[in-house]
T-cell receptor, first 115, second 116 residues
Framework: KNQVEQSPQSLIILEGKNCTLQCNYTVSPFSNLRWYKQDTGRGPVSLTI?????NTKSNGRYTATLDADTKQSSLHITASQLSDSASYICVVSAGFSGGYNKLIFGAGTRLAVHP | GAGVSQSPSNKVTEKGKDVELRCDPI?????LYWYRQSLGQGLEFLIY????????KSGLPSDRFSAERTGGSVSTLTIQRTQQEDSAVYLC??????????????FGPGTRLTVL
């Protein structure tokens, strides 16, 4: 069964600190892996997309890594800000057929950044 | 429009009633998706529209759920005879279509449905 598991479920850090969120997946076939940020009451917003051949991708203070061999990904947030408080969702594409990506969503990690 | 919009933002209904949820995708986006987000769970795919092609309805959980997309733009998701387990946030997303494996989905803010 295709699954995406994220850890921790929730995390509290102080403003200015770094943190790393984890994602493990069992998805086949694998097409690409995405990280989304979802603010409370809003829809998810794409942060990064990585294909099989990419092992790191950055978007500002966000850096995602991918190890396709161990089927693990991480999202590292540097110098956190209060506005980083949100849920971070790991999403894996189980192939591209019928003209679209079959996306498998993790349940998300809820990050709270405190002053 | 600037982004994907959805209406209503919140909907409270009684068990057994029908509800209609609306999605306006980004102008020019040919692909549209509906997802359901239950508390503490990942988004669940419901249905996919691409241009004038027949939609992929493989994610619809029961025949009480249906969706249509008129004129290749606005979409409505209809839930008939709502049940309490239908309570969730319903999210719509659109993509430019034909973008390939790494096309980005742009999500609307969602409709929070509560069935009493």
């Amino acid at each position: 069964k295709n699954q995406v598991e994220q850890s921790p479920q929730s995390l509290i850090i102080l403003e200015g600190k770094n943190c790393t969120l984890q994602c493990n997946y069992t998805v086949s076939p694998f097409s690409n892996l995405r990280w989304y940020k979802q603010d409370t009451g809003r829809g998810p917003v794409s942060l990064t997309i990585m294909t099989f051949s990419e092992n790191t991708k950055s978007n500002g203070r966000y850096t995602a890594t991918l190890d396709a061999d161990t089927k693990q990904s991480s999202l590292h947030i540097t110098a956190s800000q209060l506005s980083d408080s949100a849920s971070y969702i790991c999403v894996v594409s189980a192939g591209f057929s019928g003209g679209y990506n079959k996306l498998i969503f993790g349940a998300g990690t809820r990050l709270a950044v405190h002053p | 429009g600037a982004g994907v919009s959805q209406s209503p933002s919140n909907k409270v209904t009684e068990k057994g009633k029908d509800v209609e949820l609306r999605c306006d995708p980004i102008s020019g986006h040919t692909a549209l998706y509906w997802y359901r987000q239950s508390l503490g769970q990942g988004l669940e795919f419901l249905i996919y529209f691409q241009g004038n092609s027949a939609p992929d309805k493989s994610g619809l959980p029961s025949d009480r759920f249906s969706a249509e997309r008129t004129g290749g733009s606005v979409s409505t998701l209809t839930i008939q005879r709502t049940q309490q387990e239908d309570s969730a946030v319903y999210l719509c997303a659109s993509t430019i279509g034909g973008g390939g494996k790494t096309d980005t989905q742009y999500f609307g803010p969602g409709t929070r449905l509560t069935v009493l």
